[in-house]
């Protein structure tokens, strides 16, 4: 006997915590959020992006998010930087590339790039040697 009670109330726990939602509540739809910036560097002084330029390792990559928190990354050998953050952001959302660390690059263009809602293309960057 003292089995069966147990079990019914595990059982009548499980209900109440299945009851603790309602069926009218609207769900919670949890998103990533993918940006991708690009960082070259103007090989051909035009101050364009060409296929002249090359790509720019270890370049700093910023994501800027209503309310100032920012998330980063490096960019890799093929010039390109990927930030994920685990969550939906709201927009605008700004990004910025910054020259890697300690080195005789400098941003040329542009400084920032002000997302006003999800964007398919990629953020470009150009650096010139100082």
Excluded at 6 to 14: A, D, E, P, R
Excluded at 60 to 66: K, N, S
Excluded at 100 to 112: K, V
Aim: net charge negative; charged share 15%.
């Amino acid at each position: 006997m003292k089995r069966m009670i147990v079990f019914l109330s595990v059982l009548s726990l499980s209900i109440s915590a299945c009851n603790a939602v309602s069926p009218t509540s609207t769900p919670v739809v949890l998103a990533d959020s993918f940006f991708s910036g690009y960082a070259f560097v103007d090989a051909n002084g035009n101050s364009q992006i060409d296929s002249a330029d090359t790509p720019l390792k270890d370049a700093i990559f910023i994501v800027q998010l209503e309310g100032g928190a920012e998330f980063g990354g490096l960019t890799d050998e093929s010039g390109n930087a990927f930030v994920l953050i685990p969550a939906a952001v709201t927009y605008p959302v700004t990004l910025m590339m910054k020259p890697p660390a300690e080195s005789a690059f400098t941003l040329i263009g542009p400084p920032t790039i002000v997302l006003q809602e999800i964007a398919s293309e990629k953020a470009n960057f150009l650096f010139a040697s100082k």
